[in-house]
């Protein structure tokens, strides 16, 4: 929902429950300390501003409704999940995101260094994917020398294996800590 939609429907809220405690109070007699010099005593007891009164209410609340619950079950469509291979005289070739993403992680798990890769692709509107990868590598590995080889690599790989053109492979390195000690055998 967007940010003037909410304060459309904030707005719209508050100005319907101020107009029922008032309506509330009038009808219950209770006495409310602004004097309109009787004003809506007047409206309310004329027959003219009980169906002013009858009529006004419920368009509110059902502008009110329409605001809130219309606008906020508004289906947003799902995120593309192939990418554009080639269109030809004959038709066009897609390839699905998560084939990609097979490749990607098939090349990860094949470089070495690396202990495991998680990896993010989405389609970028200018044509193309772009790739995201959060690595875990093992201890004393030269980091820049890794990363660059491995953006060059796998781009090169995924562009010439499935023919989508890579945009950015974007890489951040979460852990590069030493390997957990090995537990020892237990005797039984």
């Given at each position: 929902?967007?940010?003037?939609?909410?304060?459309?429907?904030?707005f719209?809220?508050?100005?319907?429950?101020?107009?029922?405690?008032g309506?509330?109070?009038?009808?219950l007699?209770?006495?409310?300390?602004?004097?309109?010099?009787?004003?809506a005593?007047?409206?309310?007891?004329s027959r003219?501003?009980?169906?002013?009164?009858?009529?006004?209410?419920?368009i509110?609340?059902l502008l009110?409704?329409?605001?809130?619950?219309v606008?906020a079950?508004?289906?947003?469509?799902?995120?593309?999940?192939?990418?554009?291979?080639?269109?030809?005289?004959?038709?066009?070739?897609?390839?699905?995101?998560?084939?990609?993403?097979?490749?990607?992680?098939?090349?990860?798990?094949?470089?070495?260094?690396?202990?495991?890769?998680?990896?993010q692709?989405?389609l970028?509107?200018?044509?193309?994917?772009?790739?995201?990868?959060?690595?875990?590598?093992?201890?004393?590995?030269?980091?820049?020398?890794?990363?660059?080889?491995l953006?060059?690599?796998?781009?090169?790989?995924i562009?010439?294996?499935?023919?989508?053109?890579?945009?950015?492979?974007?890489?951040?390195?979460?852990?590069a800590?030493?390997?957990?000690?090995?537990?020892?055998?237990?005797?039984?």
């Amino acid at each position: 929902m967007r940010v003037w939609y909410r304060i459309l429907a904030a707005f719209l809220a508050l100005l319907l429950l101020c107009v029922c405690i008032g309506v509330a109070c009038v009808m219950l007699k209770i006495p409310y300390s602004i004097d309109l010099n009787g004003t809506a005593d007047a409206i309310l007891e004329s027959r003219t501003g009980l169906w002013v009164t009858a009529v006004s209410l419920p368009i509110l609340a059902l502008l009110c409704g329409l605001v809130i619950f219309v606008r906020a079950t508004k289906k947003v469509p799902p995120p593309p999940t192939t990418a554009l291979i080639q269109t030809t005289d004959i038709g066009s070739m897609v390839i699905t995101l998560a084939a990609l993403e097979g490749m990607a992680q098939r090349h990860i798990r094949a470089t070495p260094r690396i202990k495991e890769g998680e990896t993010q692709l989405e389609l970028v509107p200018e044509g193309g994917i772009r790739i995201s990868i959060k690595l875990s590598v093992l201890p004393d590995t030269p980091l820049v020398e890794l990363c660059e080889g491995l953006q060059q690599s796998l781009k090169a790989y995924i562009q010439d294996h499935s023919g989508v053109a890579v945009q950015d492979v974007s890489l951040m390195v979460a852990n590069a800590g030493a390997l957990p000690a090995p537990t020892p055998p237990t005797v039984v």
